[in-house]
């Protein structure tokens, strides 16, 4: 089974993503570190400080996979049989993305990603939405394994639009 963990970055994917395949048993590959590795970008985008993936090399390197966890932001773009969106409140990955040193410019981009549901929107097939606000990392990975276990599909359960509008204008 391939198991994408995606959400905005700050939501908190790579923390349940290592609870989660201690859990299972299943390999954590994080997506970034993967590509930066293997070189599977066209090019480095300065202005935005991220790289370019070349997905089809990406997908390509990782169709042998199996029992494995995509650990990343844009893990849910990858041939999966789940996806889990984590989804956090604005205002805690705005401070978490402060707390890392990101560009203002960087914490804007993402906390408007968050309140767009971007990650959530990309995503097809089977998908399983978990709003993480103030829940603990084992409270989230002990939600994500029943729902994989009951075959749970879930969108929808947050919309902060309303409560953050001001970030978008
Ligand atoms: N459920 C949680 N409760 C409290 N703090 C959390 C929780 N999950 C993650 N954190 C904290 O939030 C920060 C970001 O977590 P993490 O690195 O897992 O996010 P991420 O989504 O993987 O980010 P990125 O995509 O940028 O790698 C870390 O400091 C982590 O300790």
């Known amino acids: ?10 939501v908190g994917k790579t923390t349940v993503s290592k609870i989660l395949g201690e859990r299972l048993g299943f390999k954590v590959i994080d997506i970034t570190d ?4 293997n070189k ?9 400080d991220s ?3 070349d997905f089809e090399k990406l997908k390509k390197a990782l169709e042998k996979e199996d029992n494995v966890i995509f650990d990343g932001h844009i893990s849910h773009l990858l041939d999966v049989d789940y996806t889990i969106v984590l989804r956090c409140d604005p205002k805690i990955i705005e401070k978490r993305l402060k707390e890392r040193g990101y560009s203002e ?6 906390v408007q990603a968050e309140i767009l549901d971007v990650c959530l929107c990309e995503s ?14 084992e409270e989230i990975v002990e939600e994500i394994i029943s729902a994989i276990k009951e ?5 929808g359960v947050v919309n902060w639009l309303e409560k953050y509008f001001d970030y978008l204008i």
Do not use: C, S
């Open 1 to 10: 089974m391939k198991i994408a963990i995606t959400g905005t970055p700050g």
């Open 34 to 37: 993967f590509v930066k590795k």
């Open 40 to 48: 599977l970008y066209k090019e480095y985008v300065e202005e935005m």
């Open 51 to 53: 790289f370019l993936i």
């Open 105 to 110: 410019k960087k914490i804007l981009e993402n």
């Open 124 to 137: 097809k097939g089977k998908v399983y939405e978990i709003d993480t606000t103030n829940k603990k990392p």
């Open 151 to 155: 075959g749970k599909e879930r969108k």
